[in-house]
């Protein structure tokens, strides 16, 4: 009897020489299983990650305290992450917005305050005059036709080629500042062909560097027709030139 009694105060041995103490001694001792086993504990290892900890042994409303706390210092710390990420961005995005600025602005002010040279000229000074004479052929003969059923349909036909010739040199990059007149001197052939004049200023100090190069015979014929090539053909009017038509002396 006093053995049974004993066997229950121990465990039995695990064959391993070693006595393990009862569920009765450990509550005696003052310790219970989860203190000494650390995966009974009720506080849990961290792992990196937020953890809130709180003993088993205060009460509900002061372990809700806790938490509450416990949330609160969490969300602070995660709103306070946020807010420099963000502000880090804003940044970034300031100066790229700001270096955008100046590269536009610097664009603007060149553009305003840089004066080209060749658009700062005297027009009084030009005054040796430089003509070429030339003939086309109009391909649209009916339309043509038409408008010279009387002389004043010539005229407004004619009328109308001089000042295509005229807006077209006018507008020229290179000989719009030397370009004076345009004139339609005859129509003839049955309405399909068209004799025409130009005529151009040149400035006294330069004039023979201009007629050399500027104002060479090949630049004007090349300018006309270049034009003549980006007429609309679709469908080509009244005024439509052939290009290899033109002729120019």
């Known amino acids: 009897m006093n053995m049974e009694l004993q066997s229950l105060g121990t465990n039995r041995s695990n064959g391993d020489g070693a006595d393990h103490v009862s569920a009765s001694?450990?509550?005696?001792?003052?310790?219970?299983?989860?203190?000494?086993?650390?995966?009974?504990?009720?506080?849990?290892?961290?792992?990196?990650?937020?953890?809130?900890?709180?003993?088993?042994?205060?009460s509900p409303e002061c372990r809700k305290k806790k938490v509450v706390r416990e949330v609160e210092r969490l969300t602070t710390a995660l709103n306070?992450?946020?807010?420099?990420?963000?502000?880090?961005?804003?940044t970034i995005l300031f100066l790229l917005f700001f270096i955008a600025?100046?590269?536009?602005?610097?664009?603007?002010?060149?553009?305003?305050?840089?004066?080209?040279?060749?658009?700062?000229?005297?027009?009084?000074?030009?005054e040796i005059p430089r003509d070429f004479n030339g003939t086309f052929r109009l391909t649209n003969q009916v339309s043509a036709e038409e408008l010279l059923t009387s002389s004043n349909q010539s005229q407004v036909l004619a009328s109308q080629l001089q000042k295509k010739l005229y807006g077209l040199y006018s507008d020229s990059p290179a000989l719009g500042r030397y370009f004076s007149n345009a004139e339609i001197y005859d129509i003839r052939n049955g309405s399909t062909e068209a004799v025409f004049g130009l005529s151009f200023l040149l400035p006294r100090a330069d004039q023979e560097?201009?007629?050399?190069?500027?104002m060479s015979r090949q630049l004007v014929y090349n300018v006309l027709r270049q034009a003549l090539y980006d007429q609309d053909t679709n469908p080509p009017g009244a005024l439509y030139i052939e290009p290899s038509s033109l002729q120019m002396n």
């Open 101 to 126: 600025a100046v590269i536009f602005i610097s664009i603007v002010l060149c553009s305003v305050f840089r004066k080209d040279p060749d658009d700062t000229f005297d027009r009084s000074s030009y």
């Open 80 to 90: 306070a992450k946020v807010f420099w990420k963000c502000r880090v961005w804003m």
């Open 209 to 214: 560097r201009l007629r050399s190069f500027t």
């Open 25 to 58: 001694e450990q509550v005696q001792n003052g310790s219970t299983p989860a203190e000494q086993n650390p995966l009974l504990s009720p506080y849990p290892e961290s792992n990196g990650d937020a953890t809130i900890r709180v003993p088993p042994d205060v």
